[in-house]
């Protein structure tokens, strides 16, 4: 059984435009919520993290928007580049286990 | 540089042998793990380790077995009794103390021939 499940399975944007990737699980003893980015033949790195008491995470051009009430969380890239083309993981924590989800292939086109 | 090194990056086997697949860290960190990446199909947890000496079953840990003798290095063998163990392994550890995610190394290609 999944315990995180994430969509969409694959998504191609344009240059300029918003990605959104979203997530969402059933435990609640989950206490952090890490994205990571990966590229073609590499290891995933982390790209972003949120604790479940915070609605809101910005780093730059990646937002993190958690809303507890619903068990859901998702990951905006505004402004997406053709270097954003990757695929992205949600996970999340409860002691020392991570779950992920089974990632999102984005092709950002020029 | 504080990291995690897999080694080899690619590793070819042939039907019927074992090989083994090593993960070693320098980050002081107590929790390694061993995951399984196939295409379409995100990761997948094999073993995962939380202090030397002792080390739990994922969701796919048949044919596979792993040690933690020492803290920085958690190697993964990959046994004959793995029907389909053509896949990209992915090592990773983590801190026990506070907001921590997990690191991962660079990925071992296992292809058997």
């Known amino acids: 059984q999944q315990q995180v499940k994430q969509s969409p399975q694959s998504l191609i944007v344009q240059k300029g435009g918003i990605s959104i990737i979203n997530c969402a699980y059933e435990n609640t003893a989950f206490d952090y919520f890490p994205w990571y980015q990966q590229f073609p033949g590499k290891g995933p790195a982390l790209l972003i993290a949120?604790?479940?008491?915070?609605s809101e995470k910005k780093e730059g051009r990646f937002t993190i928007s958690f809303n507890k009430s619903a068990k859901q969380f998702s990951l905006h890239i505004m402004d997406s580049q053709p270097g954003d083309s990757a695929t992205y993981f949600c996970?999340?924590?409860?002691?020392?286990?991570?779950?992920f989800g089974t990632g999102t292939s984005l092709t950002v086109i020029p | 540089d504080g990291g995690i090194t897999q080694s080899p990056k690619y590793l070819f086997r042939k039907e019927g042998q074992n090989v083994t697949l090593s993960c070693e860290q320098n980050?002081?960190?107590?929790?390694m793990y061993w995951y399984r990446q196939d295409p379409g199909q995100g990761l997948r947890l094999i073993y995962y380790?939380?202090?030397?000496?002792?080390?739990q079953k994922g969701d796919i840990a048949e044919g596979y077995s792993v040690s933690r003798e020492k803290k920085e290095s958690f190697p993964l063998t990959v046994t004959s009794a793995q029907k389909n163990p053509t896949a990209f392994y992915l090592c990773?550890?983590?801190?026990?103390?506070?907001?921590?995610?997990?690191?991962f190394g660079q990925g071992t290609r296992l292809t058997v021939v």
């Open positions: 996970a999340a924590r409860t002691g020392n286990q991570f779950y």
């Open positions: 980050l002081n960190h107590d929790a």
């Open positions: 990773a550890s983590s801190s026990q103390q506070g907001d921590t995610e997990a690191f």
């Open positions: 380790s939380q202090i030397v000496n002792d080390f």
């Open positions: 949120i604790r479940p008491d915070v």
